[in-house]
């Protein structure tokens, strides 16, 4: 089956078929590290995680950029208010950026490139612009002349008479349409600059996009991600200056756009003063439990963030963990032969990996691609109490093991899977039994004690010690 994603453009889900083979290159719109990072930031770079993951699951070779926008009106306006240079401001707030994305698990990014280290390939790229007659310069500003771009809209369809209407209200004298978007912006005292055509300057930040994608991935490329607020003006604005200069169309293949997040009904974002900060949500809940949530809707629907419906996710979360810890704290000791719950859960197992991959396929529905795993883990607590193989038992943590490396869920805790501390907690299970067999009954209920402040759960059942993740 064919993989389907659907493209802003065309408003349709459409059939995945990369420009060159199974090479993908794709692109997301970064941070401008300008503030701390919020729930909103963590549901798009981990939505984008997801579908690079997948991608290569199924047998793509994705080379995966996202920008950094280290140099932006905003990060000028706060490093004014705040007496912290630009350039320091921004190396925080990208540190406490990329450090909350090792936490989320957000690896599968091949290149952070910074806005700053492309001023050249900018500017070739604004000269070519003015060069071919798509941008003009007034007093060391650039702007960009959309009335020369025929199909300026194409990507969010808003009409032409609304947009020159909506752009009168802060209209400058200088531009030949209310429409027209800075290149180039001449130096201001205070700002950071760099030697241009044109005069001292910087770029505006529509330009860092192009400049960046057209010197790793050529005039064309495949995927094209972020939030749906960037449609317009800044996607279109990509769309124009690059077509423009390369001549080549489409810029990108297909667009794709990841809804908000929202509290109580309105967009999480720092205009309307709503934002959570990742921090605080992990303050209460682990980083699993945060990617579980936010992918646990599809990614363009919108999430509803409350701390309760972080509380219900960690529930739901839980039964697919425990059942995992369950299967991990039996596999040593279950039998090698044929068990009486084999065939239900392998069955079981054919069914929801067909299913898991199904729904990924659909445009990356990960809610219904989890909704599969609930129902696999349904099927395990049944066939577990019937009794599992070792060889079953090891096909269930290694399907888990599949679709985990996938939605980057299920390694917390990160150590007990390992062979090392499963070997330790067996160690001591085995230490208790021995204490307890001889009455030192101090020393067996200290160890239960000590496994249990460490979320090691102990039961002794009919057929021995046998022990689960809390
Ligand atoms: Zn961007």
């Given at each position: 089956?064919?993989?389907?994603?659907?493209n802003?453009?065309?408003?349709?889900?459409?059939?995945f078929?990369?420009?060159?083979?199974?090479?993908?290159?794709?692109?997301?719109?970064?941070?401008?590290?300008?503030?701390?990072?919020?729930?909103?930031?963590?549901?798009?770079y981990?939505?984008?995680?997801?579908?690079?993951?997948?991608?290569?699951?199924?047998?793509?070779?994705?080379?995966?950029?996202?920008?950094?926008?280290?140099?932006?009106?905003?990060?000028?306006?706060?490093?004014?208010?705040?007496?912290?240079s630009?350039?320091?401001?921004?190396?925080?707030?990208?540190?406490?950026?990329?450090?909350t994305?090792?936490?989320?698990?957000?690896?599968?990014?091949?290149?952070?490139?910074?806005?700053?280290?492309?001023?050249?390939?900018?500017?070739e790229?604004v000269?070519?612009l003015?060069?071919?007659?798509?941008?003009?310069?007034?007093?060391?500003?650039?702007?960009?002349?959309?009335?020369?771009?025929?199909?300026?809209?194409?990507?969010?369809?808003?009409k032409?008479?609304?947009?020159?209407a909506?752009?009168?209200?802060?209209?400058?004298?200088?531009?030949?349409?209310?429409?027209?978007?800075?290149?180039?912006?001449?130096?201001?005292?205070?700002?950071?600059?760099?030697d241009?055509?044109?005069?001292?300057?910087?770029?505006?930040?529509?330009i860092?996009?192009?400049?960046?994608?057209i010197?790793?991935?050529?005039?064309?490329?495949?995927?094209?991600?972020?939030?749906?607020?960037?449609?317009?003006?800044?996607?279109?604005a990509?769309?124009?200056?690059?077509?423009?200069?390369?001549?080549?169309?489409?810029?990108?293949?297909?667009?794709m756009?990841?809804?908000?997040?929202?509290?109580?009904?309105?967009?999480?974002?720092?205009?309307?003063?709503?934002?959570?900060?990742?921090?605080?949500?992990?303050?209460r809940?682990?980083?699993?439990?945060?990617?579980?949530?936010?992918?646990?809707t599809?990614?363009?629907?919108?999430?509803?963030?409350?701390?309760?419906?972080?509380?219900?996710?960690?529930?739901?979360?839980?039964?697919?963990?425990?059942?995992?810890?369950?299967?991990?704290?039996?596999?040593?000791?279950?039998?090698?032969?044929?068990?009486?719950?084999d065939?239900?859960?392998?069955?079981?197992?054919?069914?929801?990996?067909?299913?898991?991959?199904?729904?990924?396929?659909?445009?990356?529905?990960?809610?219904?691609?989890?909704?599969?795993?609930?129902?696999?883990?349904?099927?395990?607590?049944?066939?577990v109490?019937?009794?599992l193989?070792?060889t079953?038992?090891?096909?269930?943590?290694?399907?888990?093991?599949?679709?985990?490396?996938v939605?980057?869920?299920?390694?917390?805790?990160?150590?007990?899977?390992?062979?090392?501390?499963?070997?330790?907690?067996?160690?001591?299970?085995?230490?208790?039994?021995?204490?307890?067999?001889?009455?030192?009954?101090?020393?067996?209920?200290?160890?239960?004690?000590a496994?249990?402040?460490?979320?090691?759960?102990?039961?002794?059942?009919?057929k021995?010690?046998?022990?689960?993740?809390?």
């Amino acid at each position: 089956m064919a993989l389907h994603i659907y493209n802003t453009l065309s408003r349709t889900k459409e059939d995945f078929t990369p420009l060159r083979g199974k090479r993908v290159n794709m692109f997301v719109c970064g941070i401008t590290p300008y503030d701390y990072t919020h729930v909103g930031h963590a549901r798009t770079y981990v939505t984008f995680d997801v579908v690079a993951r997948y991608l290569r699951h199924r047998g793509y070779s994705v080379f995966y950029v996202q920008n950094v926008t280290d140099v932006d009106d905003r990060i000028v306006t706060r490093s004014a208010e705040s007496g912290t240079s630009w350039d320091e401001l921004g190396n925080t707030f990208l540190e406490d950026y990329l450090e909350t994305m090792r936490r989320l698990r957000v690896s599968s990014v091949n290149l952070y490139a910074r806005a700053t280290e492309y001023i050249p390939e900018i500017i070739e790229q604004v000269s070519g612009l003015v060069e071919k007659g798509f941008a003009y310069q007034v007093d060391g500003d650039v702007f960009y002349e959309v009335d020369r771009y025929p199909s300026w809209g194409q990507l969010s369809r808003v009409k032409q008479e609304k947009l020159r209407a909506g752009a009168r209200v802060e209209v400058d004298e200088r531009k030949r349409d209310p429409r027209d978007f800075a290149l180039w912006k001449a130096k201001k005292p205070g700002e950071p600059t760099w030697d241009s055509p044109w005069g001292p300057g910087r770029p505006g930040w529509h330009i860092e996009d192009t400049a960046i994608t057209i010197t790793h991935f050529g005039p064309q490329y495949d995927i094209h991600g972020a939030a749906t607020d960037l449609i317009f003006p800044h996607h279109e604005a990509e769309i124009a200056q690059a077509e423009a200069f390369t001549g080549v169309t489409p810029f990108v293949k297909y667009w794709m756009h990841g809804g908000f997040v929202v509290t109580k009904g309105e967009r999480m974002g720092k205009s309307l003063g709503n934002i959570v900060p990742v921090q605080d949500a992990l303050d209460r809940v682990e980083p699993e439990v945060l990617r579980f949530f936010l992918v646990n809707t599809q990614y363009r629907g919108p999430i509803d963030f409350t701390f309760e419906a972080l509380d219900e996710a960690q529930s739901a979360y839980a039964r697919l963990t425990e059942a995992l810890g369950r299967a991990r704290g039996e596999r040593e000791d279950a039998s090698k032969g044929k068990s009486p719950g084999d065939a239900e859960l392998r069955k079981a197992l054919k069914n929801a990996t067909q299913a898991f991959h199904q729904a990924m396929d659909d445009d990356f529905n990960t809610r219904d691609a989890l909704g599969a795993l609930f129902q696999l883990t349904t099927a395990f607590n049944t066939a577990v109490e019937r009794g599992l193989s070792q060889t079953v038992l090891q096909a269930y943590l290694d399907a888990f093991d599949v679709y985990g490396r996938v939605l980057g869920l299920f390694r917390t805790p990160t150590g007990v899977s390992s062979d090392l501390l499963q070997g330790l907690v067996r160690l001591l299970v085995g230490l208790r039994e021995a204490a307890r067999e001889k009455g030192d009954f101090e020393t067996s209920d200290r160890v239960r004690k000590a496994l249990g402040d460490l979320g090691i759960e102990l039961q002794d059942t009919s057929k021995g010690p046998r022990w689960r993740l809390t």
